[in-house]
């Protein structure tokens, strides 16, 4: 047998002993063992395998497989700028905590540095953003290939760190790359490496309870609800970021990141924090603050931008705020959404706003919510509250517009629910290759809806959208593409439609999601300016 397929089998079977289920593989030549091996396992039933032509799409649908799984989840790629186009994933997937294992397949180490084919430094290519990394030679014990992906798979998920993130193997194939003879058996399950020793640690107890705020940035299903759960019992507000899955119920704010503009946010005397929050400046403001106890809920890598951070812990417990916090801040929250649904909307057009406000409401309760990083995320955070709302995820690791649509079709893959993307029409376009899914492949119940405002407006609500920076601001921030996305999306086979009103929207949106569609919404930008005053509670 060939020694490089030995080693894809082992490593494969050592995976599938450390509960992967899932596999992503872009296709390439140095990587063949390990295609033929994940193809001869899918055939047997022992994993579900994706394949995309697009390496960056492959990670991002990687990333949404394992973000919504709580699962690693291996993307494949063969040697050279195949595994570059993984490092937007690799960063997100390092600073969202994602369970994410790079397998890139490399020549022999003696052929770096000789100018051979498709060949260059990349064992440690993604440096400090893999929470383990190993060099694997086909030439290697057997028991070594097996060692170090069970390794990897433990470090990925954080088993015994409690600081899950990516892991990379890169496989030093030599040749030959197939058997001599007959085709590539499916691996063998190895012995599974339990890592499960490392106990949860026991919780913090706080003393007293000042006046306290629950801040949650984006973060996982448990995390969000162990964030909603201490905030219920001690009868605490909880400004939670749209991601958070904290930002559900009657403790969870609508207008929060409004609310911390106003004389309340003043009074505040302790904040305990979990999830990553970076969605809003005023959040950042409120975590800066002298005169604040910062308290982290999280691991190693634990959200501290304003530096005052005085407790970090896995777990805390409080006693019952102050009478009457809550339902002062319920209070205020209930007259500032009053104030905000009062407002005029644009003649003819959708707002941002009103359209989060109206995909919000229609994501049925058994279903996933997914969104797209700029204005989608910011307008959803003035969304009403649900008390109903499902899962919902966001890249907020690094808060960029790549892969968005990979990741959405992963977490639908993962969760095998509905679920709705809301993406701008920028993020929309920038990751429109990953509607490419080929015949054969798992495909999702995924409906993307665009809001197209014909460019990038979230800058317009920064400082270079005043009025004195107009003349460039078209070409050098906005950056309108000029394109259709329903022209984009039909050219990739997938069903689209415009929309333009509030009426046709929520018809649409009230159809079952039953397979992959888009639907473009207009949306004016016209209000978004930072020449326009600021809302105030």
């Not at 992967?20 to 030549?29: E, F, I, K, W």
């Not at 396992?41 to 579900?48: I, S």
């Not at 290519?125 to 990897?152: D, E, I, Q, V």
Request: proline letters at 8%; charged letters at 15%; glycine letters at 12%.
């Amino acid at each position: 047998m060939s020694e490089s397929v030995a080693c894809a089998q082992v490593v494969l079977g050592q995976l599938l002993a450390q509960g992967v289920t899932d596999l992503v593989l872009a296709p390439g030549s140095r990587s063949a063992p390990l295609a033929l091996v994940a193809d001869a396992a899918a055939r047997e039933g022992l994993l579900r395998l994706h394949v995309r032509v697009d390496e960056r799409g492959a990670g991002f649908l990687a990333l949404g497989l394992a973000k919504a799984s709580g699962r690693c989840v291996p993307v494949v790629t063969t040697s050279g700028t195949a595994v570059g186009n993984l490092l937007p994933s690799v960063m997100e997937a390092h600073h969202s905590g994602v369970a994410l294992l790079v397998l890139s397949a490399d020549r022999p180490a003696a052929l770096v540095g000789t100018a051979a084919n498709q060949t260059t430094e990349q064992s440690d290519l993604f440096g400090a953003f893999a929470r383990y990394r190993a060099r694997l030679s086909s030439t290697a014990p057997a028991p070594a290939w097996a060692a170090h992906a069970a390794r990897a798979v433990l470090a990925a998920e954080g088993a015994l760190s409690g600081h899950p993130g990516p892991a990379h193997l890169n496989l030093e194939f030599g040749l030959p790359l197939v058997p001599v003879a007959g085709p590539v058996a499916a691996p063998i399950p190895g012995l599974r490496v339990d890592g499960s020793g490392a106990g949860p640690a026991a919780a913090v107890v706080l003393a007293g309870t000042p006046r306290t705020l629950v801040v949650c940035g984006d973060a996982g299903p448990r995390v969000g609800r162990a964030a909603l759960e201490l905030a219920e019992a001690a009868n605490l507000p909880v400004v939670a970021e749209p991601s958070s899955n904290a930002r559900v119920g009657a403790n969870a704010m609508a207008t929060g990141r409004l609310l911390l503009a106003g004389g309340l946010a003043g009074r505040v005397e302790r904040v305990l924090v979990f999830g990553r929050p970076n969605l809003s400046r005023p959040v950042t403001a409120l975590l800066s603050r002298e005169d604040v106890e910062v308290v982290v809920v999280g691991g190693e890598d634990y959200p501290d931008p304003g530096w005052r951070a005085r407790v970090v812990a896995s777990a805390v417990a409080i006693e019952p705020g102050p009478p009457g916090w809550l339902a002062e801040w319920r209070a205020a929250d209930v007259e500032l959404s009053a104030e905000l649904a009062a407002r005029p909307g644009a003649p003819g057009a959708l707002t941002g706003p009103e359209l989060a406000r109206i995909v919000v409401a229609a994501v049925p309760a058994d279903g996933v919510f997914c969104l797209g990083n700029s204005n989608p995320v910011r307008d959803a955070d003035l969304a009403p509250v649900r008390a109903d709302q499902g899962p919902v995820f966001a890249n907020r690791g690094l808060a960029g517009i790549d892969g968005t649509i990979a990741t959405a079709v992963g977490v639908a893959l993962a969760t095998n629910a509905p679920t709705t993307l809301l993406c701008g029409d920028l993020s929309f376009v920038h990751d429109a290759g990953s509607l490419a899914i080929g015949p054969g492949e798992p495909r999702p119940a995924l409906r993307v809806v665009v809001a197209d405002d014909a460019g990038g407006s979230i800058f317009a609500t920064l400082e270079y959208g005043q009025s004195r920076f107009a003349d460039a601001f078209e070409r050098v921030f906005a950056t309108p593409t000029g394109l259709d996305p329903v022209a984009v999306a039909a050219g990739y086979g997938v069903p689209a439609r415009r929309l333009s009103t509030a009426d046709d929207l929520a018809g649409a949106l009230a159809e079952p999601v039953t397979g992959l569609e888009v639907l473009v919404v207009d949306v004016d930008r016209s209000g978004r300016t930072a020449d326009a005053p600021r809302q105030r509670p």
